[in-house]
């Protein structure tokens, strides 16, 4: 499966709110996300699910669109810009693809260092709320 047909998969299940189901459908058991803010590489489907849920909660709303993909081979690099509390931001997601069409790397960069600020403290209280609701505890 080629890096377009998983970017298209990618769109859907973004556009539809990144639900922790649908996104267990696309990534690889060993899949790693890169966060803008958090220095180490998250690790493992679990970890990745929990980011890309709570991103597609921050994130997800009618100001957020991709407005640019590059495309090759197994790589896509999508552009997109956002909102938040009047905040503008402007970011990318860098993913890889396997032969399965699956994500096995998903690094998110993000621009102004304001946006990025916002973007964390957001990410952090919807990350603390989900794993508040799911009854995690804390390590």
């Known amino acids: ?71 090759d081979g197994d790589n896509a690099i999508l552009e997109f810009t956002n909102e938040l509390d009047g905040i503008h931001v402007n970011g990318i997601d860098m993913i890889r693809f396997n032969e399965d069409g699956k994500i096995v790397d998903f690094k998110v960069m993000v621009r102004p260092m304001k946006a990025m600020n916002k973007l964390w403290d957001m990410m ?7 794993h508040s609701a799911t009854g995690g505890s804390k390590k």
């Open 1 to 71: 499966m080629s890096a377009a047909a998983g970017v298209e998969h990618w769109h859907r299940v973004a556009s539809s709110g990144s639900n922790p189901d649908d996104l267990a459908e696309i990534l690889a058991e060993d899949a790693v996300f890169h966060s803008p803010v958090v220095h180490t590489p998250q690790e493992g489907r679990a970890k990745v699910i929990a980011y890309l849920s709570a991103a597609g909660s921050v994130l997800g709303s009618d100001s957020f669109q991709y407005v640019r993909e590059v495309i």
């Open 124 to 130: 952090a209280a919807q990350l603390e709320a989900n």
